[in-house]
């Protein structure tokens, strides 16, 4: 069952993520920084699909309730490394 993602901005380059996936629903507050969007090559405009597919990929590697109540997207891509910013360009459409 394909999870459902919905990304609503706060602000201040925050957004709030709200994940079903069967019985599974969480919500999580996402922290965009200039890092990685200066490395998707994306204008800040395009922050929301960033957001999209960051949890996208993380619940690919893990379950929805395992899902981290704040996300930041340097704290991310430290822990992921280059994996994590290569499958974002490569959903982003290489970017």
């Not at 901005?9 to 965009?32: C, F, H, N, Q, W």
């Not at 590697?61 to 891509?77: E, N």
């Amino acid at each position: 069952m394909a999870a459902d993602i919905r990304v609503e901005p706060l602000g201040d380059r925050e957004y709030l993520v709200r994940v079903e996936e069967g019985a599974a629903k969480v919500s999580t507050r996402v922290r965009v920084t200039d890092t990685v969007l200066d490395r998707t090559g994306l204008p800040e405009a395009e922050e929301s699909r960033v957001v999209h597919e960051t949890v996208a990929i993380l619940i690919e590697r893990q379950p929805v309730i395992d899902v981290p109540p704040m996300i930041d997207l340097d704290d991310l891509a430290d822990a992921y490394g280059d994996s994590y910013l290569e499958e974002l360009g490569r959903r982003l459409g290489g970017h």
